[in-house]
């Protein structure tokens, strides 16, 4: 009896203290990361005028095809105008002046953006056996000619922005990033609320980069 | 919360039953941890989440032998940081936990005053499991750290009657630098029921 009382204390002193875990994010914004790097040595006081394209580029996990004539696909201009629009400010206030391409800028940024949206979904076949008739040892299923364990679930969309030197090509015709700054986050919510972060966390890719004010 | 604790505590009273010869003590304690040090670098709030059981039995009116488990979760939501590594840098809300596991072999001297309250000195030496994680952005980091600890304890134990009672225990937790973290140590407020027999 006595056990039992000890055993029942301790069930419900556990089940106190385990009903109170703490908690982790619960609002979208609170998943945003913003990464940051750059050539330390690099002298980024020395330049002043930056290029920026209109677009941005939607990376889509393929190699990009040898051929001159091909073009990528976009970011559509809702979300592109927030992430173009909010560089080109964050670079004025720091003291750059923008230029055409073909006015020789000491600075070309371009930026970019990935979206994944599926995740690879797979579950033993054996989770059937109980059920589907003539279900043996050895048995399995594939998927003739397509692929489905696909499903869209989790919308992650990340934003690369590269700050490149034209003028500093080297001799084996690399162009050198000298500062790259990548954000990360849930792709999720209206077209405004996204907008808003995307400005919030490319604000903040700048301020954490002090050595490009001039 | 606090309801939970009231209900489990009339509960625990009114159960309490009756045995001869005082051989054996057994507690259930409520645990307020402050962290100390290389933990409190880590997270420096208070955690209010936590339990310890011990068990001992006395080999003379004094001493007393056993073992002690428990565990105690720490949490901090750290924003508004960056965090830089050479040319890198990175921001983001953190979620950060330490989840711990003392498990202690124990000796406690109990002062022989009046009945009715016995102070008691204590001494634990054993492990703590500090499991630590991160959790940054959509990513999290989760690593079980083992490190051989000792902890000291004052406390005072006080029973109203014959098998039951209450204690008050101040411990000072101190675990020693592992291969990938270094020492941990918190301070350990224990409030406990005690059961005797």
Not at chain 2, 172 to 184: P, R, T
Request: charged share 15%; proline share 5%.
């Amino acid at each position: 009896m006595k056990t039992i009382y000890r055993l029942f204390v301790l069930g419900l002193f556990t089940w106190t203290i385990i009903s109170c875990v703490p908690n982790g994010a619960e609002y979208v914004d609170e998943l945003d990361i913003v990464y940051t790097n750059h050539d330390q040595t690099y002298d980024f006081q020395s330049k002043g005028t930056f290029a920026l394209p209109d677009k941005v580029i939607k990376i889509d996990f393929e190699n990009a095809p040898d051929d001159p004539d091909w073009e990528p696909e976009f970011v559509d201009p809702v979300y592109a105008n927030a992430i173009l629009e909010t560089t080109r400010t964050n670079m004025r206030n720091l003291g750059y002046t923008e230029v055409d391409k073909s006015a020789n800028p000491d600075l070309i940024i371009l930026a970019s953006a990935l979206q994944t949206d599926q995740i690879f979904y797979y579950y033993d076949w054996w989770y059937w056996q109980w059920w589907y008739p003539g279900w043996g040892p050895g048995w399995g299923w594939w998927y003739p000619g397509y692929y489905p364990p696909q499903v869209g679930r989790i919308r992650t969309g990340s934003v690369f922005l590269q700050m490149t030197d034209p003028n500093n090509q080297s001799p084996t015709d690399k162009i050198p990033v000298v500062w790259s700054g990548v954000i990360n986050g849930l792709f999720e919510g209206s077209d405004n609320s996204i907008n808003q972060r995307i400005t919030t966390t490319i604000n903040q890719a700048f301020d954490q980069s002090p050595y490009l004010a001039k | 919360m606090k309801k939970q604790l009231i209900v489990f505590a009339i509960i625990c009273m009114t159960l309490a039953g009756t045995a001869q010869a005082q051989q054996s003590i057994f507690s259930l304690n409520y645990a307020i941890s402050v962290p100390l040090g290389n933990t409190s670098n880590y997270i420096d709030q208070t955690s209010g989440r936590g339990f310890i059981l011990e068990y001992q039995k006395f080999i003379n009116k004094n001493w007393a032998i056993g073992g002690e488990f428990g565990h105690a979760t720490f949490y901090k939501r750290e924003e508004n940081k960056v965090y830089t590594e050479g040319s890198a840098s990175l921001s983001g809300i953190q979620y950060r936990y330490q989840y711990e596991w003392p498990i202690f072999l124990t000796a406690n001297y109990y002062v022989l005053t009046g009945d009715k309250i016995r102070p008691y000195f204590g001494l634990g030496v054993g492990t703590i499991a500090h499991d630590r994680r991160i959790d940054m952005g959509i990513f999290t980091d989760q690593n079980t750290h083992w490190q051989f600890a000792i902890r000291p304890e004052v406390g005072l134990l006080y029973k109203p009657t014959y098998n039951t009672g209450f204690k008050l225990g101040v411990k000072y937790y101190n675990s020693f630098e592992s291969s990938d973290l270094a020492g941990q140590s918190n301070l350990g407020i224990n409030v406990g029921i005690v059961f005797m027999n």
